[in-house]
């Protein structure tokens, strides 16, 4: 081949190669955003290093930490290979073999296309490393004992990834991939059991303790519990904006989901409000 033409292959692959890992970027920081990420690895109230671990997560069993899952090969994840992160994500297994206690909403996530986790794996690993170690659980015996999980999961837990429901559109599903995959709503906003699993027959219908003890609202089509009143345009300011019907915006904890999920495509908010205009109403009065 002539000397001109290889060097015309090799810059045609390398831009080629660079627009690929560019796209996975963009991909996976969409997905690292909708999913909220940040939120539960970043101690945002001293303003420490994204991913580095983050602030604890108060729960009935004790307080959990989310790690540091920046690339640093020694405190984060930087060692891990893809299988090591498709495994955490899909099935709450660490790449030692332990099980994850279901703080990390591996329950939900484990929806998620093979694509998506390793695009997400992709943005992480392109941010900055943090020599942060990460600060231990405090949980209570004996929920600490991470074998039990084990036993937890044959409870509570269905291995994904999310199965595509033929008696539905695409958009329809679209919205179900995003509201129990990425949003993994269902994780607040369904009440748990003594055990900390999901309540199903109860699903979105409110929580009476939610995260570090607040109420979560019922989010189902119930128009006395719920937000059956809503119109389609509500639901979607509410997805786009965070404003509620009353013109009110959220506050605490959602104020910070919604400002992520207020990163929705158009086509993915219209998605996410068809699918949770299907959820069946559940009369469920959140207690205070």
Partial sequence: MHPILIVAFILLASNLALGQTQAQLDRGKYIFTISGCKSCHTDTKVESQI???GTGIKTPFGIFYGPNITPDKEFG????SDEDFVKAIRKGISPSGDHYFPSFPYTSYTNLTTADILDLKTYIFSLKPSRTPSKSHQIKIPFNIRFFQLFWKWLFFNEGPYVYNVKRGE???RGAYITNGLGHCGECHTQ???LGGIDNTKFLGGASNGISGGTVPNITQDHKTGIGNWTNQDLLTFLTMGMLPDGDFVGGTMAEVSKNISELTVYDSEAMALYL???PPIH???EK
């Fill in 284 to 286: 469920n009065v959140v």
């Fill in 192 to 194: 748990r059991n003594i």
């Fill in 277 to 279: 205009k299907s959820i």
């Fill in 77 to 80: 994840i930087g060692k891990w």
């Fill in 171 to 173: 958009d329809w599903n």
């Fill in 51 to 53: 991913m580095s671990g």
